[in-house]
């Protein structure tokens, strides 16, 4: 039962790309130090925390991996930036497939609940408690390409120009790496001179409602990718209320969430 879950959540074909990412592990000539670990069991486990949004202490031994193993695992990942490059490494996939739609990319953001620690603040919307809000900037399509995580008080138009300069260069079915969009859809949220100014000097076009004059229920045809995309994250449950101290590891789950997410489309079609 529990190999058929741990096939479920990482698949041979996921593990293949995870693989070559992963540190090797190297003995110390004097012997001691830390023993190896079954990765695979542990990212295994790191998913499964995702997923299901248990504590750490609450996870099956039946993974082979100890709970205080798989989180250390997890911090050390982090510190690594393993989630970033293995983001990365899906995306390369499906641009090489040609999957990745570059005529326009769309940003929003949703907040969640937090109990403490970094990159947290007062909810305006939410009776002033604490929380933190995830940005998002998705292809046409909704697919995930840059995320971030900041206070819940943080205004949506601050994470505009570091979600598209977060933006990797992915590859392409011909010609070089591309990681310049056509245009940048949002709501009236993001707009301001300054950031139309700076989106038309690198060669985007913005279609960025204006306060006062176009409603951002234009936007609908286009913004239901991105809030789907949310919604995709938020099926993992470690992302539905924030529990980590660090705001890194949180960003850290957002990023596996990302990357699992693009990995289903590619999965679909490789099937």
């Known amino acids: 039962m529990v190999v058929g879950l741990s096939q ?3 698949p041979d074909e996921l593990w293949s790309l995870v693989a070559p990412l992963l540190p090797s592990f190297t003995s110390r000539p004097q012997g001691g130090g830390t023993a190896p ?4 069991a542990a990212f295994t486990a790191v998913v499964y925390v995702l997923t299901s949004g248990c504590a750490w202490r609450h996870l099956p031994e039946t ?9 250390r695992r997890f911090s050390a990942w982090t510190k690594d ?16 497939r040609g999957e990745v739609d570059w005529t326009s990319v769309i940003v929003d953001a949703a907040s969640v609940r937090t109990k403490k620690g970094s990159l947290t603040g007062r909810n ?4 002033g408690k604490k929380g933190s809000k995830l940005h998002v900037l998705s292809d046409a399509q909704g697919l995930p390409l840059a995320l ?21 260069a992915i590859r392409s079915r011909r010609g070089p790496r ?3 969009p056509g245009r940048l859809r949002a709501d009236k949220a993001y707009h301001s001179a300054e950031r139309l100014k700076w989106l038309r000097e690198r060669g985007i076009v913005p279609r960025i409602a204006r306060p006062g004059i176009e409603s ?6 286009h913004r239901w990718k991105i809030e789907r995309s949310i919604s995709w994250l938020f099926g993992y449950r470690r992302l539905t209320v924030r529990y980590e101290r660090k705001g890194s590891h949180f960003l850290a789950f957002l990023g596996l969430a990302a990357a699992l997410t693009c990995y289903k489309k590619l999965a679909k079609l490789t099937t």
């Open 148 to 168: 971030g995580v900041s206070g819940a008080n943080v205004h949506d138009s601050q994470a505009l120009l570091p979600l598209v300069l977060g933006i990797p």
């Open 8 to 10: 479920r959540l990482v």
């Open 216 to 221: 951002s229920e234009r936007l609908g045809r």
């Open 178 to 180: 591309r990681r310049r």
């Open 81 to 96: 930036r393993l989630w970033r490059r293995l983001h990365r490494a899906v995306l390369d996939e499906l641009g090489a």
């Open 124 to 127: 305006p919307v939410d009776r």
């Open 37 to 40: 670990v079954d990765e695979r």
């Open 63 to 71: 993974f082979g991996v100890s709970p205080a193993t798989a989180h």
